[in-house]
């Protein structure tokens, strides 16, 4: 049954074994597993449903109907930009397609310093296997976009090693749109694999709907209060949802996930909920080329290089990761620094236009806490992410790293993102200008579209929210499932991550409630 | 012209007292009727408009392609906006408050004339002076500025062909 909670006309109660809070990564596999179990499963989400027929492909639709606050959600002090899906199937909606699996190094940090034993490569494997069998993973076989080609042949040049990025997408006509919202159908995210197979064994999906929060009683979540929205899809509307269940997974992200325990008022002896939240802080570098690269068409990503992560030691300077954006329009021009001429320049050789990015792997130093989540005066969510200086070298660094490999690739100018910065003709000259940069806020464009922690996993109950299967600590049935639980960011794009890890946990949450 | 750092930092001082004035005026206002007839607008109204009519073609110098472009870019933002949580919709309503106070304007902005008459040249030194301002906030409301006026003209179809970008394409069935 689906109900969009916009079209209520009364408050409504539901009742089922599991209630799950976001339709994401996290959420959507667990509800695929759940009720394959038998078990009876309702789902929430803020966002609406949306479908193929609805992506239009169009910036203007795309960024308010999919994202958290129209693809532009601030941290507190406005210093980073986070892209968030806001929608049934959450970010795997909008997301780019790469699976990567966790890196064997963040693994390792984890059982070193998080007693999270069992997060082994080995014990993982199959829990990876199965998920990149269900969503159709697989490096990606066609040649990579020209946006992407200038990434690898500009590494290659340098000795900088790339690898082919595995995308979970079947039968894709190579677009480029990914991140409007699939219109044929061929990214295999939640909206078209694990939650309409969920819907198919009974599952209850609730639309529209905030969940506001829950209710404990001795020691135990009794219910959930959600709130339906109008038909805005923002503001409150006058009716309550209210779920009961024996069980509730909590799959609202990094920011959502947290905020709903914090405005429940949940146990939280240390005050560590919503603390060492990450976000892989992202630089970019633009570039122009001689021939076009039309950085608009074709799968978004398919070329990425460790080489600045890979066997690269936690205790020096922060690695990144180095990945290309796809460029539309709209992401193209409000990420672009100036205004005017300037703007209007750049903007007008734009089918020629490359990127880079590089993703700070944040959360392993001491000198990289990450962030805090809090609640604004109405219960919505904020993420204080203040970019501490160890940060912000490595985004320098990276900026230097991004215009050489351009530059080796033949770029006619490179433009890092940053206000003081403008088009280098040489690499000398970028390299001389990158270092004279004042890193401040919002001088520098920085990104994220990976929010992780929160909700730390961990062995060492002062340090951690929940245990190693997700479960939230000091109440029996609440589990979280998504890329809240991770205790650093990971080094990779988190949906591999979040669906292998969920599918892992919620197999044993179902056997334990199957049991009892 | 180069703005220091200290007249910086004491339009930051007047900008936080212009701020609570602004709002307490602002709240005091009633709603004024929506003159259009063929499009409504949601959270701009006229005063607000005058202000984007003038930051647009500065912001978009060199982009806009017609003299009909600047509304569509009042309308674009306006249809922005809406589409954001009410948190973010009550900062924009501050900053939009304190654009249209009329001290506030000439002190911390250092645009003279009204909006609607206003100067091209001194609204360039303002977004220049916000865009590398020293205080983060000043430089966040440009920010805010520059997101908005962008996303409203480069998510229509009549700033495309300009930048080479063809549109959405074809799909095979």
Known sequence: MIQDASRLTQDLTLEGDVAIVGTGAGGGMAAEVLSQAGLRVVLIEEGALRSARDFHMLEREAYPDLYQESAARKTADKGITILQGRTVGGSTTVNWATSLRTPAQTLAYWRDRFGLRDYTEAQLAPWFERVESRLHITPWSEPPNENNAILRRGAAALGIQTSVIPRNVKGCQNLGYCGMGCPTNAKQSMLVTTIPQALRRGAVLVSRARAERLIFRNGRAHELIVRALLPDGITPGPHNVTVRARHFVLSAGAIGTPALLLRSGAADPYRSIGRRTFLHPTAVSTAIFRDPVRADSGAPQSVYSDHFVDGVPFNGPIGYKLEVPPMHPVLMATALVGFGAEHAAFMARASHAQAVIALMRDGFHEQSAGGTVRLKSDGTPLLDYPISSYVWEGLRRSLVTMAQIQFAAGALSVLPLHESARPFTTFAEARAAIAALPMEIVRMRVMSAHVMGGCSMGEDEKTSVTDGRGGLRNVENVSVFDGSVFPTSLAANPQLSIYAMTARNAVALASRLRAS | ?173
Do not use: K
């Open chain 2, 1 to 173: 012209m180069q703005l220091t750092r200290g007249r910086f930092l004491r339009a930051g001082l007047l900008a936080a007292a212009a701020l609570a004035v602004a709002g307490w005026i602002y709240e005091s206002r009633p709603d004024e009727p929506l003159p259009d007839p063929r499009y409504r607008f949601g959270f701009l109204d006229d005063e607000d408009r005058a202000i984007v009519a003038a930051v647009a073609p500065v912001m978009l110098a060199g982009a806009l392609a017609g003299p009909g472009d600047v509304e569509l870019v009042v309308r674009g933002l306006d249809r922005a906006v809406c589409g954001l949580p009410l948190a973010v919709r009550s900062e924009l309503r501050y900053l939009f408050g304190l654009l249209r106070f009329a001290p506030a304007r000439m002190l911390v902005a250092g645009v003279w004339a009204p909006w609607s008459r206003a100067d091209r040249a001194q609204v360039e030194r303002f977004l220049s002076g916000w865009r590398n301002s020293g205080i983060a906030q000043l430089r966040s409301a440009y920010d805010a500025l520059h997101q908005l006026t962008f996303a409203a003209w480069y998510g229509g179809e009549r700033s495309w062909p300009a930048i080479g970008y063809p549109g959405p394409p074809r799909i095979r069935a």
